[in-house]
């Protein structure tokens, strides 16, 4: 990268993080930044979701918890003084998805089939789903659109993402991560289909990546990046696996040097290896 083009790629890095980060302080509990066009991101935290603005009214992701919930529908009425029409969950986890009473006096609740009924088994503190779908559902409001598509099984069985084609974003939510390793030991994850639905991430059409974790948004190529991290892991642990090597011989083996710079090295490198050592047992036939 040329030094110019490196200064105006940092000046454009800058403009895209909020204005409290040049000042090296805290940053607020909650706050809204617009990611492009219509659509904004909300941050609770350590946790991210995203809104669309319509003249119909207002289109919301992941409403976090109950306190954030309710901080974010006062901000929404005082800002654009327009209701929430649809509150969508990208899949069944509470800590992203409770608190969705909150909206329950005039949004719709949308969510992967499969996640209704984990919301309902596990007893989720949240709104019931009113609208569930199997593979892709278009919602359009005020002349504008969110697809919410599932692109098969990851993080959990029923992960979705949404896409607003018009501002090319896309907002995913703990099965991706930007340049951080995945976390800890993989719970609730099927790997094998996870590595496949993020090559369908890659095949869809944005330039914005948002997720419901991480400060920063980043680009479609980041989704590539991540892959190639798990099937190298996948690939290594496999071998030695095959090599009858044990758990922890397997966890000095392993080499993911490059990797080091990302976030969460230390603490998950361990921790993914141990998953994903108890993945590919679970899934092979050693000989007798
Ligand atoms: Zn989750």
Redesign the pocket.
Known sequence: MSRKFALIAAAFAFLALPSWTAFGQQPPAREITRVSGDVYRFRNLFHFSVFMVTPAGIIVGDPINPEAAQWLKEELAKRFSRPVKYLIYS?D?D??ISGGQVFADTALVVAHENAKAAILGEKRPTATPQIVFSDRLNIELGGKEVQLIHLGKN??DNMIVLLFPAERVLFA??FIAIETLPYQDFP?AYVEDWIESLKRVEALDFDTLVLGHGMSTGRKDHVALFRRYLEELRDQVLRYAREKKSLEEIKALVKMEKYSSWGQYKEFLPLNIEGMFRHVQLHRRANP
């Open positions: 899949h986890h800590d992203h993080h959990s939510v703990d609730d």
